[in-house]
């Protein structure tokens, strides 16, 4: 695939994905993992690999956190995807509010140190 990855068509091509085949997201892991393996198998030529720190990526490491839900990547690095992740789906929502504002604030900080395309999912 040589264009840039859309983000936001493969999230939404998920979702209608897990309806269709009824696919059993229950908290944030089994949608980290069900999201990763459908990327895996509709995207080649790409490394998706899961809680990778943002050493891995950049030198300038002072972010508001330090692992990355889904990396999408090229092998050499020139195209970086990051998703991060959150999925209250036990009523924790005013407790998840603030870790949403945080995962923007990551995504915005991942996006200025030369990352392609990043994107927050919320599933509720």
Known sequence: MNDLLDLRELVEDFFL??????AEIYNEFSLQHELGIFLRERISGYRIQFERNVSYFTTDTKTIKKEIDITIFNEE?????????KCPLNGQYPEQMYSFVKDIKFMEELKSRGFTKTATVTLI
């Not at 994905?17 to 009824?22: E, F, G, L, S």
């Not at 690095?77 to 992740?85: D, F, P, V």
């Open 17 to 22: 994905y897990v309806q269709v085949n009824a």
């Open 77 to 85: 690095k020139s195209e970086r995807y990051a998703i991060e992740l």
